[in-house]
């Protein structure tokens, strides 16, 4: 038991460096089937507001 938890202190931070870089490769990684609804997102706060025409306001 000694052993083991002396191997997983001195694999942790490689594990969490790991598992970081992997995470942030998969965010960023350009994908051509989500382009289209990434580009309609970054778009939203370009947008002209639509009026509100509802009774209530």
Do not use: C, Q
């Amino acid at each position: 038991m000694d052993t083991l938890v002396k191997l997983a202190n001195d694999y942790w931070n490689l594990w969490l460096g790991l598992l970081f870089i992997g995470i942030v490769i998969v965010t960023l990684w350009p994908s051509k089937k989500r382009d289209k609804e990434m580009n309609e997102a970054a778009n939203i706060p370009l947008m002209e507001d639509e009026p509100n025409h509802s009774k209530g306001a």
